[in-house]
């Protein structure tokens, strides 16, 4: 992919159903900081309490394995 080719996307414009009747328009940016990112940390978290309470013990080491 060439340099700048994402460039100027973070404010294209994206529209999505919300319902069977309503469409909702806004930029890219604003999807990803209001409907992106908190359904992805709501996952992380919801996998995370899954864990634990099935007795798997999961901790910052094991997130961290790997980064030297």
């Avoid at 919300?18 to 992106?36: F, P, W, Y």
């Avoid at 992380?44 to 910052?60: D, M, S």
């Amino acid at each position: 992919m060439p340099a700048g080719a994402l460039d100027g996307l973070d404010a294209r414009e994206i529209t999505f159903p919300v319902g069977k009747i309503v469409a909702r328009t806004m930029t890219a940016k604003d999807d990803l900081k209001t409907c992106a990112l908190p359904n992805m940390f709501f996952r992380i978290t919801t996998a995370y309490n899954i864990l634990r309470h099935k007795g798997i013990i999961v901790g910052k080491i094991d997130v961290l394995t790997g980064i030297e």
